[in-house]
């Protein structure tokens, strides 16, 4: 068999990943024009409902540690806003500390895909980067350094994840810049090292953000998601969304 058409030739896998890369930039292109033009009071409706059906969700009350991401209106992400704040909320009256639920979320560290998870007990533990995007400052209120989540002792149940555009198979379109990707496949790596259940990856997308299966590429590096939430309703996809989930 020549060398020409072996699949596992170096030059022709490089070329597969350029064309790879070159549809992700022209879909992402194509999405973030449709999210600048989607209507406000569509937006506000897709965002409510979204977050109602998260935070009614069996699979996420019974969660005990989570990573969420803190969303950006610039970016025209899925607003999470209500979620971190019924995370975040005040214990109960009579000092119950047990239903509170623990809370990591993302600080970009470098412009290599290197993002850290930091737990934050207040929204007072957030500072403006650059970008105006808030993120966990390295210390808290009373100067205690922040826990990173890949130092935990115990493991996470649930990532609450955004992204450009996704499909019923789990494919999920980032920005480009890898952070999730990279950071997921640690974790779980993680996880499997220490023994611990698998969390499950579920994706907050505007109806419009949904694609049919196959406008999507995918590299081997590119991380899939459990479940998608819309504001129609949760789309399980993998076994384990199907089984934890209750569907």
């Known amino acids: 068999m020549s060398q020409s058409n072996d699949s596992s030739n170096p030059e022709e896998k490089e070329h597969d990943l350029e064309s790879i890369f070159q549809q992700k930039r022209i879909l992402r292109s194509q999405v973030r024009k449709t999210l600048k033009s989607m209507d406000p009071s569509l937006r506000s409706h897709e965002d409510n409902a979204i977050q109602k059906i998260v935070l009614e969700a069996p699979w996420f009350k019974s969660s005990q540690r989570l990573c969420a991401y803190i969303s950006c209106s610039a970016l025209r992400e899925v607003d ?10 005040i214990p109960n009256a009579d000092g119950d500390t ?15 895909s290197h993002m850290r998870m930091f737990h934050i007990s207040s929204i007072d533990d957030l500072i403006a980067n650059s970008m105006n995007i808030l993120e966990p400052a390295p210390v808290d209120a009373d100067g205690n350094e922040q826990e990173d989540v890949m130092q935990a002792n115990e493991p996470v149940d649930l990532f ?7 499909d019923r198979s789990g494919r999920r379109l980032g920005r480009g810049g890898g952070y999730y990707d990279t ?23 505007y109806s419009l953000q ?28 993998s076994a384990t969304a199907l089984d934890r989930m209750q569907f």
Not at 80 to 89: A, D, E, G, H, R
Not at 160 to 166: R, V
Not at 184 to 196: F, I, M, P, V
Not at 212 to 235: R, W
Request: hydrophobic share 40%.
């Open 183 to 205: 950071f997921l496949k640690k974790y779980q790596e993680l996880a499997k090292e220490r023994n611990w259940r698998q969390p499950l990856f579920v994706a907050l997308s």
């Open 160 to 166: 609450l994840l955004p992204g450009l555009a996704f």
């Open 210 to 237: 949904i694609m049919d299966e196959g406008i999507i590429s995918a590299t081997p590096k590119d991380m899939p998601v459990d479940a998608l939430v819309s504001p129609s309703g949760v789309i399980p996809i």
């Open 98 to 112: 047990k239903t509170r639920k623990k809370l990591y979320v993302p600080r970009v560290e470098d412009k290599n």
């Open 80 to 89: 999470t806003s209500k979620l971190l704040s019924q995370i975040l909320q």
